[in-house]
Antibody, heavy 120, light 107 residues
């Protein structure tokens, strides 16, 4: 069974860079897209972007200028960096695997989520 | 971006009720539509993919239908563990987008 676990600082100062890592266990990080999604308290889900083994990335245009994703296949990890954070970036951040087939693409495995608070 | 609009935003229902949630895309997304269930303090869980395919381990009381721009999630007989927030998501193109969610609570 594939499992994902987010890790990183729970508190980031305003204007600094948020850095999170997602560790994948129970399966290889190769051959899938790996995604980041966030959710402010009491609000809906926002897709941040996805990466395919350092070959391909897609970022949400609303965040693209501030977001970088990478994969470390040797550690079965992928990461998110978001620069110049502000209070509006305070949210629970989830990592997830996107599986795909001929006629589907879906987020089938999720991490438990990690709360990141941006302080002034 | 493709906008996803769910209705209703919330509903109250009783155990055993049939519940229907709709999701409309701002443009055609074929059948690239997924449904997720989220309970308080937990990550979303995939219920339905490709508009109508049941994810492994998900009870058969959950069904999905639709294609193009209009989609439906139906719970045939609501169970106590089904009280949650449900989100639709399009995976036709990036950026992936979610509906605003439908909260199902106890009447």
């Amino acid at each position: 069974q594939v499992q994902l676990q987010e890790s990183g600082p729970g508190l980031v100062r305003s204007s600094e860079t948020l850095s999170l890592i997602c560790t994948v266990s129970g399966g290889s990080i190769s051959s899938y897209y790996w995604s980041w999604i966030r959710q402010p308290a009491g609000k809906g889900l926002e897709w941040i972007g996805r990466i395919y083994t350092n070959v391909s990335t897609n970022y949400n245009p609303s965040l693209k200028s501030r977001v970088t994703m990478s994969v470390d296949t040797s550690k079965n990890q992928f990461s998110l960096r978001m620069s110049s954070v502000a209070a509006a970036d305070t949210a629970v951040y989830y990592c997830a695997r996107e599986s795909s087939g001929t006629n589907y693409r879906a987020l089938d495995f999720w991490g438990q989520g990690t709360l990141v608070t941006v302080s002034s | 971006d493709i906008q996803m609009t769910q209705s209703p935003s919330s509903l109250s229902a009783s155990v055993g009720d049939r519940v229907t949630i709709t999701c409309r895309a701002s443009q055609s997304i074929s059948s690239f539509l997924n449904w997720y269930q989220q309970k308080p303090g937990k990550a979303p869980k995939l219920l339905i993919y490709a508009a109508s395919s049941l994810q492994s381990g998900v009870p058969s009381r959950f069904t999905g239908s639709g294609s193009g721009t209009d989609f439906t999630l139906t719970i045939s007989s609501l169970q106590p563990e089904d009280f949650a927030i449900y989100y639709c998501q399009q995976s036709y193109t990036t950026p992936r987008t979610f509906g605003q969610g439908t909260k199902v609570d106890i009447k």
